[in-house]
């Protein structure tokens, strides 16, 4: 899939990333430096995402997930964290007119507790919409946290086997794999930051164990077709091992 939707001539179409992984950070920074606020930035964001959905969708991306509030953003002040909410409200409701006709499906992966009732209702009605479709899978990670992925994880394996839906022999990579929330989605082959941070402040930490790393001064609102095409470029150079020679 992919080398029928635009291919750029740099990049070589055959060798694309299934899955790319984003921390869109630095809306704080690029809002401060303009005399905005946290959520103008935010909102600047929020636009430039749309952009490179659209892009990654052209280039033959088959997954794109993207962090958009982690289980520590709480700690931000309310006012923020609620234009966050009304942000992603935007998004999800828009997504589908302002994507054109893309084939783009949206999922959400994180904890829902303690999300926004609208915002969970807006979620399972865009989820079901785009459920159908196949072109490019956006991910939207809403109150997520790796660690707490994984001892979810842990914790649904448990129930299952002491409810004998699994042996302890069926405690693998894989049965642990299936009941995280990105269960079905392979795991990313490109993490992008931005913003000059070079951590990942717990972003999928179970799925990128053999991801190619990337990271970028520029910060989210900047970020641009070319970079994304830096970072691609970045991936194609590498060599793959897994563990292997
Ligand atoms: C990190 O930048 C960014 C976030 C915590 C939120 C990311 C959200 C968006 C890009 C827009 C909303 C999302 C959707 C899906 C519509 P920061 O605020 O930590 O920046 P800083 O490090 O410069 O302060």
Request: charged share 30%; hydrophobic share 35%; glycine share 8%.
């Amino acid at each position: 899939m992919g080398s029928n939707r635009g291919s750029k001539t740099e990049l070589n179409p055959e060798a694309m990333p299934r899955h790319i992984a984003i921390i869109m950070d630095g809306n704080g920074r690029w809002a401060k430096k303009r005399g905005l606020s946290r959520s103008m930035g935010h909102r600047e964001g929020s636009r430039i995402l749309k952009k490179i959905v659209e892009e990654c969708y052209n280039l033959g991306i088959r997954y794109l997930t993207v962090f958009a509030f982690s289980c520590e953003n709480w700690s931000r002040p309310r006012e923020e964290v609620d234009q966050l909410f009304k942000l992603m409200m935007e998004y999800l409701k828009n997504s589908e007119k302002e994507l054109r006709g893309k084939p783009v499906r949206i999922r959400v992966i994180g904890d829902r507790s303690g999300l926004p009732e609208e915002l969970v209702s807006e979620i399972c009605r865009v989820e079901k919409n785009t459920e159908h479709i196949e072109g490019l899978d956006l991910i939207i990670a809403i109150n997520y946290g790796g660690r707490q992925d994984i001892l979810n994880a842990c914790r649904t394996l448990l129930d299952d086997y002491k409810n004998g839906r699994i042996s302890e022999s069926g405690i693998t990579l894989d049965s642990l794999s299936d009941r995280l929330w990105t269960a079905g989605i392979p795991d990313p082959d490109l993490l992008i930051r931005t913003s000059g941070e070079i951590r990942f402040s717990n972003f999928l930490l179970w799925q990128c164990a053999y991801c190619e790393l990337y990271f970028t001064d520029t910060l989210w609102p900047d970020f641009r077709k070319k970079h994304l095409h830096d970072a691609i470029a970045h991936y194609q150079r590498r060599e793959r091992r897994f563990g292997g020679l």
